[in-house]
């Protein structure tokens, strides 16, 4: 795991950093999150720093700028190369340079180059994102506050190894957050923070809820909000007027409408073999608990005539049945047993051999095969994951729970999407009864 913090690259020396500010537009099943960071060097000397932040699988970062002096610096899309390339030129140079990428699909960094000493420079990210919706209509805001340790296999590329990690201990910053909801509003609730809500008039002339905190930010645990609208089976569409500037694309200039539905149906209860896939590597220590109360959920809420098993994976994987066994009080007793006894203590993080080895096993006539794999972290090899499961959805549907707020997004999306299912994510405090009457009923089992 690399070194925690904002942190000098020179000689990984922390950085401070003075304030974070959150302000976020919610319509419909979407919205657009702007972030500012506000860093300072305390040194006698220019620095180069390096912070990182989680962007969900679903985002997408549409603006990048620094303020520092009163100028503005706007950033500027380039292939990932020549940015490098213009970002080193400009440090070579003495001029004060910014350079954000990918370090894969959910992770960005942000390089501040040459910041000047007794200074101060504010980055500021803006994203779009979807909004998860749950099983009753409401949508779901998540803003992460800190990642997680994450583990590659033997002789694997740590896919995290460029990253640095921000421990919620070690943060001085001062948090602003307010947000801003264009829809009638039903509800909003929050499972980790307190909140208090007003009401306002946007630029354009309309009504809309705004949403701050009620208490201090702690960075121990995600900010975790969920909307209930009102009339939430009703349509509705969402516009949005294209751009003025002459600067800006041509399709920018378009408006654009969003149709925002959340149908109201039942499916029929029918009986599968469910196989339920858990890690157990080592940065499951943190979270193995709420592992195990959702896995624990599940058996409980298996249908008479289903066949089922569990299989927990690491460096290596063992099932708990040879095969999939009869759903009775008996076999239920074993694995509750089993589930019980359940420790992060299988090293690292592992996930394509087991899943091959359960597509590779003959099904069940007449039950189709259901997996939920649960995770706290991400793997090494993500693209050779989805694309096992995707090749094999004639053998069996895919369903993904990610558990805490380090599980990736890029891993546990990818599994549902290319598996035909759906994915959940259990933050600390969270109900887990709807997340898995969702994935049952996705899966047609309820």
Known sequence: MAPAG??????????PLRAVKVEATV???????????????????????????????????????????????????????????????????????????????????????NLPPNKNVTVTLSMVMELPTEHDGSVKFNLPSVLTPRYSGPGEQNPTENVTYLPASA??????????????????????HKLQTGSSVDDEGFQVMVVTLAEEHRFDKDLVLTISPCDRHKPHAVVERGSTSEVKPPFLTNPAVSLNYFPDFSMAEAVSELIFVIDRSGSMSRTIKAAKDTLM???????????????????????????????NQINLDEASQHTEGIQANMGDTILLQPLQKIF????????????????????SNTSAVISEVKKSTHLARCFAVGIGSGASTELVKGIANSGRGSSEFIQTGERMQPKVFVCFVVGGVV
Request: charged residues 25%; glycine residues 6%; proline residues 5%.
């Open 27 to 113: 319509s419909g099943y979407a919205a657009h999150v702007e972030c500012s960071l506000e860093y300072e060097n305390v040194e006698t000397q220019p620095i180069e720093a390096i912070f990182t932040f989680p962007v969900d699988s679903s985002s997408a970062v549409v603006d990048f700028t620094a303020t520092m002096d009163g100028r503005k610096i706007k950033g500027k899309v380039q292939d990932k190369q020549q940015a490098r390339e213009t970002y080193d030129d400009a440090m070579a140079s003495g001029r004060s340079a910014f350079l954000m990428e990918s370090e894969r699909q959910d992770i960005f960094t942000v390089s501040v180059g």
């Open 6 to 15: 904002l942190l000098s690259k020179k000689d990984d020396a922390p950085v």
């Open 297 to 327: 959920l599940f058996l409980k809420s298996i249908p008479d005539g289903c066949y089922f098993n569990i299989v927990g994976f690491g460096s290596s994987y063992e099932f708990l049945f040879p095969d999939s066994v009869p759903y």
């Open 360 to 379: 590779s096993m003959p099904a069940r006539e007449g039950l189709p095969k259901q997996v939920f794999v649960f995770t706290d972290g991400a793997v």
């Open 171 to 192: 943060i001085p910053y001062i948090f602003n957050f307010v947000m801003k909801i264009r829809a009638e509003v039903e509800k909003v609730e929050s499972s980790t």
